[in-house]
């Protein structure tokens, strides 16, 4: 676990990762607004095109069909939720603290700034 980490998410959506990845993506750069956590990083860092070559992303993939509504499918899916709770205890842990995109309190929204503007 390293301190330079922003975020941690998750899904559990029939998209998969692939389709919340490109939520995440559309989102920091102004696409369209679909993800809570890169709405935050897009407050901190509105330039696209500075932000994106210095960001680095690590996933672990669980496999599964989150539509079929089958035991071993639903255990999986738990099995995604947890993972990601156990990597906030760890991080809070070590370092006393969520990751900054994760603590919903410290890091505002982009969103919430243009309506403030608006």
Same mark, same amino acid.
């Given at each position: 676990m390293c301190e330079p980490i922003i975020y941690f998410g998750m899904t559990n959506a029939i998209g998969g990762l692939a389709g919340r990845l490109q939520q995440f993506d559309d989102t920091?750069? /102004? %696409?369209? @607004?679909s993800h809570g956590g890169a709405d935050r990083v897009r407050h901190k860092f509105p330039g696209y095109a500075h932000l994106v070559p210095r960001l680095y992303v690590a996933v672990a993939?669980? !496999?599964?069909?989150?539509a079929s /509504? @089958?035991?071993?499918? @639903? %255990?999986?899916? /738990?099995? !995604?939720? %947890? #993972? *990601?709770? @156990?990597? #906030?205890? *760890?991080?809070? *842990?070590?370092? /006393? %603290?969520?990751?900054? #995109?994760?603590?919903k309190k410290g890091a505002p929204k982009f969103s919430k700034r243009i309506e403030h503007e608006g």
């Amino acid at each position: 676990m390293c301190e330079p980490i922003i975020y941690f998410g998750m899904t559990n959506a029939i998209g998969g990762l692939a389709g919340r990845l490109q939520q995440f993506d559309d989102t920091i750069s /102004g %696409r369209r @607004l679909s993800h809570g956590g890169a709405d935050r990083v897009r407050h901190k860092f509105p330039g696209y095109a500075h932000l994106v070559p210095r960001l680095y992303v690590a996933v672990a993939q669980f !496999v599964c069909n989150p539509a079929s /509504g @089958l035991p071993a499918d @639903l %255990r999986k899916m /738990g099995a !995604v939720a %947890r #993972f *990601e709770y @156990l990597c #906030f205890a *760890e991080y809070a *842990e070590k370092f /006393g %603290r969520l990751p900054h #995109f994760n603590d919903k309190k410290g890091a505002p929204k982009f969103s919430k700034r243009i309506e403030h503007e608006g």
